[in-house]
């Protein structure tokens, strides 16, 4: 079988189901080996299992993006000591928070979808910049959403911190041109996932397309070519 990712390294956020457990099942099979990360770590062995059974291999890092500041610092070198390169970052990771008028936001609420949104973007960006230049194709997806580009009442508090992690990326994927690495975002649109069913409670989920359906488009993005 064709594996055009093999002896590449790629490390996947939010990586415990949804569109970052696809992606990385679909990296896998492409011959990459996977760093994943996310919260649940029972989550984490069942993607694991399912990576091994098509043959690929996983390195499972589970950490809390709201919480875990100095290991979010520590991935890149973390990763490039183990392995010696890294070659590819999807940050699939995102957090809902509450759907309220913006007059109403928690210091809380705002505290936390702003640590998982945004800071989290920004030390990812920081912790793999310099191995994913020094790779030879170095790749980095960052998923974004329609309420960047479009404000919708009561998604204030997703859309800001989306908004300020698609600007990072935009102005990361300057910074980097002239280089071998290219930044990209990615908009899946309407997907049926946990944040998804969580927003839109009414909507039938078979309607919308699944993360599997997904994941090779982004899969795609990571290739050399």
């Not at 993607?47 to 690929?56: H, N, Q």
């Not at 070198?77 to 940050?91: Q, T």
């Not at 990812?124 to 790779?135: E, K, V």
């Not at 993360?211 to 899969?219: G, H, T």
Request: aromatic share 4%; glycine share 8%; hydrophobic share 50%.
């Amino acid at each position: 079988m064709f594996r055009p990712l093999e002896g590449s390294v790629a490390l996947v956020t939010g990586a415990s189901r949804g569109i970052g457990a696809a992606v990385a099942l679909e990296l896998a099979r492409m011959g990459a080996h996977c760093v994943l990360t996310a919260r649940t770590q029972g989550a984490l062995e069942e993607l694991d299992d399912s990576i091994r059974a098509e043959g690929g291999q996983a390195t499972l890092f589970p950490l809390d993006l709201a919480k875990d500041a100095e290991k979010i610092d520590m991935l890149g070198p973390s990763i490039v000591h183990r392995f010696g390169r890294l070659d590819i970052l999807v940050h699939a990771a995102g957090l809902l928070a509450k759907l309220t008028p913006v007059a109403h936001i928690m210091p809380a609420d705002w505290q936390q979808s702003v640590a998982v949104n945004l800071t989290a973007c920004w030390r990812l960006i920081r912790t793999c910049d310099p191995p994913l230049r020094a790779a030879p194709a170095g790749r980095a997806v960052i998923l974004t959403d329609s309420v960047v580009e479009e404000p919708r009442a009561y998604w204030g508090l997703y859309g800001f911190g989306k908004a300020g992690q698609a600007h990072l990326a935009r102005a990361w994927a300057a910074e980097v041109e002239s280089t071998p690495l290219r930044v990209r975002l990615f908009d899946p649109g309407p997907v049926a996932t946990q944040l998804r069913a969580t927003a839109m409670p009414g909507e039938e989920p078979a309607s919308l397309r699944q993360p599997a359906e997904v994941a090779p488009e982004i899969a795609a993005l990571c290739l050399p070519a």
